[in-house]
């Protein structure tokens, strides 16, 4: 069913770089959201009517708020669908988190209105009535929930969306407080114990526990993330492909919106070629990211010994050195100043974000102590840096 709506409402479906055809899938995506969801609001609505209870009436007001949620990321994938303008140059992408912000709140707030209700039934428990029809639309709507679970699922993944994969877990959350909501009828038509309240209030803690998760998920984006490594090894390695580029490092990158990012990095190259030589190779470099990664990306360009015999001996004395003081920091931009009664050593120093000023300074310490004992001329001129890659030390 996926493939065959993908097919027949997403043109070009197979470019899922191109922005146009993002935007289409997103279009599906919540069309196909809002159809569904009306459909089980009003099917759960006739069976919460028919059986006074909250917990069903709760699933189906929730069901309704997934629909104008839908219709929010509608909007908000619209919008972001935009080009760049004078007063955006960067285009409108980000607006498609601000809807998954807005939508994250909505769902919180349903969650919290049916959370009072819930509570409410278990001071004062109503009468509870089984019907069958009424059990077999929440087993259908458990059938909906689950397939649109997995038709958003395979959407975010093929486009890289956060907002369905987002979508796509509160289907699945619903999936769980339908279930949930079936057994407490199979519970009173069992026993003739009245636990609607209970499971209700269940209901709404996961409802509003979905909520957070959608806004924690839009928020990381908008607040600016460290780049995944998947995507910092795809960069890095493209950019060390190209001859006369020798190593990288200060991979930056911003992103503007699903599909949408600008980068930055220092690409290191011998010291010994013409700088017209390098910086042409850098700008081909810039200009195929932008054509075979959809990335404007801006080099910085650093040259590097690579025939000095004692520098490079000397590097790798520093290394030995850190490796044995610290092995989860790393060192670049390293280049030595020679003479007779002092040698300087100048480099970055990359630190792991949980070091404090404290531990910062005590390594740099220990770290120039130790160089002083291997030779008494050595004097450092260390940058300290943060890395800015998730999960990875450079």
Not at 172 to 179: A, F, I, K, L, N
Not at 258 to 265: D, L, N, Y
Request: aromatic fraction near 8%; charged fraction near 25%; charge should be negative.
């Amino acid at each position: 069913m996926t493939e065959f709506l993908v097919k027949h409402f997403v043109k070009d479906y197979e470019d899922v770089d191109k922005v146009s055809v993002r935007t289409a899938y997103g279009v599906l995506s919540s069309v196909t959201g809002i159809f569904c969801n009306v459909i089980l609001f009003l099917a759960k609505w006739m069976a919460g009517f028919w059986l006074h209870s909250i917990s069903v009436m709760a699933d189906a007001f929730n069901n309704l708020s997934d629909a104008g949620s839908s219709v929010i990321g509608l909007v908000g994938v619209k919008m972001a669908g935009k080009p760049a303008d004078r007063d955006h140059p960067f285009g409108h992408g980000r607006i498609e988190y601000i809807a998954a912000l807005i939508v994250s709140f909505l769902v919180i707030e349903v969650g919290f209105t049916f959370f009072k209700d819930a509570v409410g039934k278990i001071m004062e428990p109503e009468e509870l009535k089984f019907r069958t029809v009424s059990v077999a639309i929440l087993l259908l709507s458990v059938g909906v929930k689950l397939w649109m679970g997995m038709f958003n699922q395979r959407l975010g993944r093929r486009v890289n969306s956060s907002v369905m994969l987002a979508t796509a877990a509160d289907a699945m959350g619903d999936v769980v407080t339908t279930s949930a909501t079936i057994l407490s009828l199979v519970v009173f038509r069992v026993t003739g114990l009245n636990i609607d309240g209970i499971v209700g209030l269940g209901v709404s803690l996961v409802v509003m526990w979905a909520g957070i998760g959608i806004a924690r998920d839009t928020l990381e984006p908008l607040i600016g993330k460290p780049v995944d490594l998947e995507e910092y090894e795809k960069i890095t390695e493209f950019v060390e492909a190209y001859d006369g580029i020798v190593g990288s490092h200060d991979l930056i990158v911003h992103n503007y919106g699903p599909g949408r990012s600008m980068a930055s990095i220092h690409a290191e190259v011998p010291n010994d070629v013409g700088i017209e030589v390098s910086h042409e190779i850098i700008d081909r470099i810039e200009r195929d990211a932008v054509k075979k990664l959809g990335l404007f990306l801006v080099i910085h360009m650093d040259p590097v010994e690579m025939k000095d015999e004692h520098v490079l001996a000397v590097k790798r004395q520093v290394l030995k050195i850190l490796d044995a003081l610290d092995p989860a920091v790393s060192i670049h931009d390293f280049r030595m100043v020679d003479g007779t009664d002092q040698i300087n050593l100048i480099f970055d120093m990359v630190l792991p974000y949980e070091y404090d000023h404290k531990r910062q300074d005590e390594l740099r310490v220990s770290l120039m102590k130790l160089l002083k004992i291997a030779d008494e001329r050595y004097e450092c001129v260390i940058t300290v840096e943060r890395s800015y890659v998730g999960n990875a030390k450079e």
